[in-house]
């Protein structure tokens, strides 16, 4: 199965910040990376697809670059609301499974 | 209001049988591509299981080929996970998601239910 690594496991930063986590495939991927935001007790969010198509009703701070193996997710302005759970996943498996990064989990500092 | 809520969850032995079921709402139901993915706790996700729109592919994670089943009733509006031989390790707040594109298998997940809870405990 492929496998996604993310960096870092978890991070500090102050509304504001612009924020930026990294997934690694262990092999490539071409674009079927998909980026979900979950907060303590409910469930991921889709934020982002095709590695850089905005979900509707997503805010445009958020946004995906990268193919192949190397994938980024920035939020260029942190806002309160932005303190979460983040996990990549691929969907370029076929058959599956489709797996999910580790998490980065992104803290208030 | 597009929405999935899943149903079944409980406390079972080693060995025992469950299914779980999904409600889905506020959209074409066999027009989508189904998932269950779950999350133990404190953990990170993993997806369980697929099946294609029309319920004519399924697919599985190693965890759990042969001991889990995946179906639909699109009559129902009704996605269902039948679990049997079930592990302490199969322990995870259930969640079944519908996939983004319309009559698509390879898409990424853009509707989640709230999750049910199965634990396995004697």
């Known amino acids: 199965a492929i496998r996604m690594t993310q960096s870092p496991s978890s991070l500090s930063a102050s509304t504001g910040d612009r924020v930026t986590i990294t997934c690694r495939a262990s092999?490539?991927?071409?674009?079927?990376l998909a980026w979900y935001q979950q907060k303590p007790g409910k469930a991921p969010k889709l934020l982002i697809y095709?590695?850089?198509t905005l979900q509707s009703g997503v805010p445009s701070r958020f946004s995906g670059s990268g193919s192949g193996t190397d994938f980024t997710l920035t939020i260029s302005c942190l806002q309160s609301e932005d303190f979460a759970t983040y996990y990549c996943?691929?969907?370029?498996?076929?058959?599956?499974?489709?797996?999910f990064g580790q998490g980065t989990k992104v803290e208030i500092k | 209001e597009v929405q999935l809520v899943e149903s079944g969850g409980v406390v079972v032995q080693p060995g025992g049988s469950l299914r779980l079921s999904c409600a889905a709402s506020?959209?074409?139901?066999?027009?989508?591509?189904m998932h269950w993915v779950r999350q133990a706790p404190g953990k990170g996700l993993e997806w369980v299981s697929l099946?294609?729109?029309?319920?004519?592919?399924?697919y599985y994670a190693d965890s759990v080929k042969g001991r889990f089943t995946i179906s639909r009733d699109n009559s129902k509006n009704s996605l269902y996970l039948q679990m049997n031989s079930l592990r302490a390790e199969d322990t995870a707040l259930y969640y079944c998601?519908?996939?983004?594109?319309?009559?698509?298998?390879?898409?990424?997940?853009?509707?989640w239910g709230q999750g049910t809870m199965v634990t396995v405990s004697s």
């Open positions: 506020g959209f074409t139901f066999d027009d989508y591509a």
């Open positions: 095709a590695a850089s």
């Open positions: 099946i294609s729109w029309d319920g004519g592919s399924t």
């Open positions: 092999q490539g991927i071409s674009s079927y």
């Open positions: 996943q691929q969907y370029y498996s076929y058959p599956p499974p489709w797996t």
């Open positions: 998601a519908k996939g983004v594109r319309e009559m698509a298998t390879i898409t990424a997940f853009d509707i």
